[in-house]
């Protein structure tokens, strides 16, 4: 029910697992700049590059709902893969359940324990299929592991899961696209026997679904005339409105409230600012206020509830930190403690058995991609299972600290800073890394580049500009048609002035970074504010708004109106076409004075190649500096650990080149290999498509 973003993740195989995460209720970590200082000057080791681009060694765990059995993530063949093994077994007597040549994006349990269910795409074309494994399946003596079977085998359309019944745990409810590439018809699939069956033919434009947890369909969502968007009701004979919003309210279904009349949703409609909790009769859509925001900061965050019962258990927002609110005695409890037996950090509940006797939990931290425990909650104790990445010298990384300024037009800037470790934090040269989305917002936690880029002695700024989502309805507003010229990337301006101002930033030795949003703020940057910055790396950018939003895929399109072309513009309007072009770096190309590196994923559905192609055909042609580095077996991001790594070195020796930082001269030779595979000779690069506009 979220607006589309350019880089969102894509985690189609979320179930209803309680997910709690946060620092506790009511903690803060607000930094004033002074607290940024270091007092070691002693700079951190240079660390290898493997350690932060590499799959980690575990990572994923779920307990199976009985609690009997733990799966995770792992490479086998050295590819990210599902294992899995008995909850009290050790890890090394785990075995592989799948041997995908692509990494495994997501996956869970079916309700039984019967099956493991995942989904997987073809190079990064999210056209992804949904496929179920038995862990005790035979084993093929080739491949090592039991067959898998894809329960959606339709070539170029995309599967949903929908629901995952509790009362039929044999079946799954999928959406499938193959009959109308723009919306997601409704599936029954047996997952015994693979066999799929029509539940309902989406002939009403509806452009999301909700079942109950016994599998029953009840809601639907909508996009209206307009931009904005209806909650209807599923009725026998038809659909029925319940509440509407604009294209500038959010409207999020949750969770089906235990008495089975109404629903949790949050949501920011008439007068309010931040999004709220509230419920929603599914009768008459009666609305009822839950809650809000105790500190009255942030949107609502989101809501955990019980497996079983669906009694709501805890709430959580996202300000600087995470802040956690348990809702029942029990989750008061069972939050105390969690906080007494697991070490300082953000914890998160990952996985439980129904029972909740049983839990996985995390703790990470801004220099901790996670450490997982085992929890009792019979006996309150928590037993270490895992690090998912063990050879990360967490005392050689850098902090995080949230940091906000004013822009020039009066508007507060929220955003984080990672400064290197062991260095004075004075006149350092500075990568600005700008989030995608761009109806999305940067957190406090491990970020790789951030930790990377730190490493490698770089000051990193990461900017929730004014578009960003989580702060408020004003603040996301904020940038509707404020791309490139605008308020949107005069924030990122501002930020850049700001660390100046504030002694941190060399101004001479200032790069731009981001990918998809993040990709097109790169290139605007470094267009409309040429003197700024003295390199950039646009990463899956688009470069041109007019053929951006033209070739988006089909099933984003019932949404566009209240998203893109609201919020951005849209093509097919004559008055819009000139403000795109105006706002589209490739038309303003002339004005780029810096070097470049660009990058692409040649299979992304997103933001295709012919974005990165333009832009790099026209700066060859004009002479200006740049570099093309194009993954032929990725999408909207690199996912494969050898493209990650090999990514890092041309960034690294890009960015030592142009800013003068850090570089480990010692490469891999598959990675070097992989590095020139996926390098590109821009002498080569030829246009498949036409200019627009």
């Known amino acids: 029910m979220r607006k589309l973003t350019i880089l969102s993740a894509c985690l189609l195989a979320a179930t209803a697992l309680l997910c709690l995460t946060g620092c506790g209720a009511g903690d803060k ?9 270091e007092t070691a000057m002693t700079p951190a080791p240079l660390l290898d590059r493997e350690l932060f681009f590499g799959d980690p060694k575990i990572s994923g765990a779920q307990l199976s709902h009985d609690g009997q059995w733990m799966s995770f993530m792992k490479p086998y063949n050295g590819v990210r893969n599902i294992w899995v093994k008995g909850a009290n077994e050790p890890f090394d007597a785990a075995r592989p359940l799948t041997a995908d040549k692509r990494p495994v994006p997501g996956y869970f349990w079916s309700q039984d324990n019967e099956y493991i269910l995942y989904v997987q795409d073809k190079g990064g074309d999210e056209n992804y299929h949904v496929w179920a494994v038995d862990p005790d399946g035979q084993v093929d003596a080739e491949s090592g592991v039991p067959a898998s079977r894809d329960l959606t085998p339709v070539d170029g359309a995309r599967a949903q899961i929908l629901s995952v019944p509790r009362n039929t745990p044999n079946e799954i409810m ?11 018809d409704i599936y029954k699939v047996d997952i015994n026997t693979g066999k799929r069956e029509l539940v309902r033919e989406n002939n009403e434009g509806v452009g999301g679904w909700m079942f109950d ?11 209206t005339p307009g931009g904005g968007a209806e909650v209807l009701a599923v009725d026998p004979d038809g659909l029925r409105q319940l509440i509407t919003s604009t294209y500038e309210e959010e409207m999020n279904l949750i969770a089906f409230h235990p008495n089975g009349r109404q629903c949790y949703f949050s949501s920011n409609r008439g007068d309010k600012d931040l999004q709220q909790l509230m419920l929603m009769d599914m009768e008459s859509g009666e609305t009822t206020f839950v809650e809000k925001d105790p500190e009255n900061e942030v949107d609502f965050g989101g809501a955990s509830t019980h497996p079983v019962t669906d009694e709501l258990m805890a ?35 990952n996985s439980t058995s129904n029972d909740m006797s049983k839990i996985l939990c995390s703790v990470s931290s801004d220099v901790d991609p996670g450490t997982v425990y085992f929890f009792d909650a019979k006996t309150g104790q928590a037993t270490l299972q895992y690090r998912s990445r063990p050879e990360l010298p967490s005392e050689h990384l850098a902090s995080m600290k949230p940091v906000s300024y004013i822009a020039r037009d009066g508007m507060k800037i929220h955003g984080y800073l990672t400064l290197p470790k062991g260095v004075e934090h004075k006149n350092l040269p500075v990568v600005m890394y700008i989030h995608g989305g761009p109806w999305a917002r ?25 578009s960003s989502t989580g702060y408020g309805k004003k603040y996301t507003n904020a940038g509707n048609r404020e791309w490139g010229i605008g308020t949107m990337q005069h924030d990122i301006t501002d930020a850049v002035n700001w660390l100046i101002a504030e002694g941190y930033a060399d101004a001479d030795k200032i790069a731009i970074f981001g990918g998809s949003y993040g990709g097109y703020a790169t290139l605007a940057g470094v267009t409309f504010t040429p003197d700024l910055f003295a390199c950039g790396i646009p990463y899956v950018g688009p470069s041109n708004l007019l053929t951006l939003i033209n070739s988006f895929p089909e099933y984003w399109k019932p949404f566009l109106e209240g998203s893109w072309y609201k919020r951005v513009g849209n093509p097919d309007v004559e008055g819009d076409v000139a403000d795109l072009k105006a706002r589209s770096p490739l038309f303003h190309c002339d004005e780029i004075k810096v070097p470049l590196l660009v990058v692409h994923g040649a299979n992304d559905p997103r933001v295709k190649q012919h974005e990165s192609d333009q832009i790099v055909v026209a700066l060859r042609d004009k002479g200006k500096e740049v570099e093309y580095i194009v993954a032929p077996d990725e999408g909207h991001g690199f996912r494969a650990p050898n493209n990650r790594k090999a990514l890092a070195v041309a960034m690294e020796k890009f960015l030592a080149k142009q800013l003068g930082g850090r570089y480990q001269e010692d490469v891999k030779p598959e990675t070097q290999e992989r590095l020139d595979e996926i390098t590109v000779d821009v002498k080569g690069v030829t246009l498949t498509q036409p200019d627009e506009g």
């Open 315 to 349: 709430t959580f927002y996202v300000g600087d930190r995470v802040r956690v609110y348990p809702q029942t005695p029990a989750a008061q409890k069972l939050w105390d403690d969690l906080k007494k037996a697991l070490p300082e950090g953000e914890i998160g509940l």
């Open 442 to 466: 940067d957190h406090w936690g491990y970020e790789p580049n951030c930790q990377f880029l730190a490493n490698r002695g770089y000051a990193v700024m990461q900017v929730n500009y004014r």
């Open 174 to 184: 999928v959406g499938l696209n193959d009959r109308d590439p723009s919306y997601h």
């Open 29 to 37: 970590n607000e930094a004033a700049p002074a607290a940024l200082e």
């Open 213 to 223: 947890p016994q599998g029953q369909l009840r809601l639907a969502y909508r996009p």
